[in-house]
């Protein structure tokens, strides 16, 4: 049994705001710097032997920080919204297709979730190992198919998973597709 978390990054003025940050490098928020060494406290109280990260500055400078073996992984960056990466919902024109099927729906210039979901799940998988906890430091939609997966949720299901920044999850991995879920979501910091 391996013990996995999942946290999601801090806060970000795009998210915020409304608007998918897809493949954008923004940072943490000013607010969320303030809040991340309670939460660096809390992560480095449950014995974390190692890091996996996105490779966006949202996730790997705090990943970093961390002071652990870090591995980074470009299958855990966020879903690429292309053309409306930080743009809020509220004033993309014309999503009706993709909000009818998000998960085989494909921005413009962007990729489908369930693309997302598959390399998202293969980096994770590729990188388990012993018994040691792990922790992935990513992004929302990067952890719903890692969670997702583990838990034998569909994809459409995924979609309906909240996670807020620096929510954490605790997964005990039993196999390549099998977990048990012991908290989700959890407000650190």
């Given at each position: 049994m391996t013990p996995l978390f999942l946290l999601?990054?801090?806060?970000?003025?795009?998210?915020?705001?409304?608007?998918?940050?897809?493949?954008?490098?923004?940072?943490?928020?000013?607010?969320?710097?303030?809040?991340?060494?309670?939460?660096?406290?809390?992560?480095?109280?449950?014995?974390?032997?190692?890091?996996?990260?996105?490779?966006?500055i949202r996730s790997r400078l705090h990943a970093e920080d961390l002071g652990l073996p870090m591995l980074v992984l470009e299958g855990l960056a966020e879903q690429a919204f292309?053309?409306?990466?930080?743009?809020?919902?509220?004033?993309?024109?014309?999503?009706e297709s993709f909000f009818a099927n998000p998960v085989l729906g494909c921005p413009p210039s962007g990729e489908p979730f369930a693309r997302c979901a598959s390399r998202a799940?293969?980096?994770?998988?590729?990188?388990?190992?012993?018994?040691?906890?792990?922790?992935?430091?990513?992004?929302?939609?990067?952890?719903?198919?890692?969670?997702?997966?583990?838990?034998?949720?569909?994809?459409?299901r995924a979609l309906d998973l909240a996670w807020q920044p620096f929510g954490l999850s605790r997964l005990e991995v039993h196999g390549p597709n099998k977990a048990v879920l012991r908290f989700h979501n959890q407000a650190l910091g």
């Amino acid at each position: 049994m391996t013990p996995l978390f999942l946290l999601r990054h801090g806060p970000t003025a795009a998210s915020q705001a409304g608007a998918p940050l897809g493949r954008l490098d923004l940072p943490v928020t000013t607010e969320g710097e303030r809040r991340w060494p309670l939460v660096k406290a809390q992560l480095l109280n449950r014995g974390i032997a190692r890091v996996l990260c996105s490779p966006l500055i949202r996730s790997r400078l705090h990943a970093e920080d961390l002071g652990l073996p870090m591995l980074v992984l470009e299958g855990l960056a966020e879903q690429a919204f292309g053309d409306w990466d930080g743009i809020p919902w509220s004033e993309i024109k014309g999503a009706e297709s993709f909000f009818a099927n998000p998960v085989l729906g494909c921005p413009p210039s962007g990729e489908p979730f369930a693309r997302c979901a598959s390399r998202a799940v293969q980096a994770v998988q590729g990188a388990l190992g012993g018994e040691d906890p792990i922790l992935v430091l990513a992004h929302g939609g990067t952890l719903r198919a890692i969670l997702a997966h583990f838990m034998g949720m569909s994809l459409d299901r995924a979609l309906d998973l909240a996670w807020q920044p620096f929510g954490l999850s605790r997964l005990e991995v039993h196999g390549p597709n099998k977990a048990v879920l012991r908290f989700h979501n959890q407000a650190l910091g």
